[in-house]
């Protein structure tokens, strides 16, 4: 089972900061089989970002998500109070098809 | 519109049993793989098991294996998912979430539709 260990567990930042979000995988993905997805306070779950790097339809372009192998990233450019979320990076290398524990990001 | 709504969720006995469904509307149903994912309250999000869009391929978590059977009716355009011998750590909000898959140099597998959820709760 590919295990995903996301850091930091919670991110607390103000609106207009940089968010630097990590997702380590346990064995080497290929880039294409990493997702990005955020879950606000009592909604499902949205995908932002596909392929390690694609944004998903109506994503703006201040999520963006890079990486190789085993190390992967979400950068949330410039932070705005809706982006209050839980996020999720999940790979689709092998079955389990496992999620990150999450990084949940509180804005100041 | 695109849109996958569950029902069936509710309140049910340890060992008992359930089946939820996901009801497609929007999209061409046959045409796509279904996942089903799970959250336990205050918990992050797990995946649970997966179905290809002819029911050829079909896959689970460790936790479910032998407890859980995903299926699909393409001419009702519904997914479900039974669940047996329940236990307590089965209480969650169940999610059904459409696969997308697209071919551009690279394959990508996705899940860009999410239904709302059902919840299960599983107590005596």
């Known amino acids: 089972e590919i295990v995903l260990t996301q850091s930091p567990g919670t991110l607390s930042l103000s609106p207009g900061e940089r968010a630097t979000l990590s997702c380590r995988a346990s064995?080497?993905?290929?880039?294409?089989?990493i997702n990005w997805y955020q879950q606000k306070p009592g909604q499902a779950p949205r995908l932002l970002i596909y392929g390690s790097a694609k944004r998903a339809t109506g994503i703006p372009d201040r999520f963006s998500g890079s990486g190789s192998g085993t190390d992967f990233t979400l950068t949330i450019s410039w932070l705005e109070p809706e982006d209050l979320a839980v996020y999720y990076c999940?790979?689709?290398?092998?079955?389990?098809?496992?999620f990150g524990q999450g990084t949940k990001l509180e804005i100041k | 519109e695109v849109q996958l709504v569950e029902s069936g969720g509710t309140l049910v006995k340890p060992g008992g049993s359930l089946r939820l469904s996901c009801e497609a509307s929007?999209?061409?149903?046959?045409?796509?793989?279904m996942n089903w994912v799970r959250q336990a309250p205050g918990k992050g999000l797990e995946w649970v098991a997966s179905?290809?869009?002819?029911?050829?391929?079909?896959f689970y978590a460790d936790s479910v294996k032998g407890r859980f059977t995903i299926s699909r009716d393409n001419a009702k355009n519904s997914l479900y998912l039974h669940l047996n011998s329940l236990r307590a750590d089965d209480t969650a909000v169940y999610y059904c979430?459409?696969?997308?898959?697209?071919?551009?140099?690279?394959?990508?597998?996705?899940?860009?539709?999410w239904g709302k959820g059902t919840t299960v709760t599983v107590s005596s």
């Open positions: 179905i290809s869009d002819s029911s050829n391929y079909i």
């Open positions: 999940q790979q689709y290398e092998k079955s389990p098809f496992t």
């Open positions: 979430a459409r696969v997308y898959f697209l071919f551009d140099s690279y394959y990508y597998y996705y899940m860009d539709v």
């Open positions: 929007g999209f061409t149903f046959s045409e796509y793989a």
């Open positions: 064995q080497s993905v290929r880039s294409n089989y």
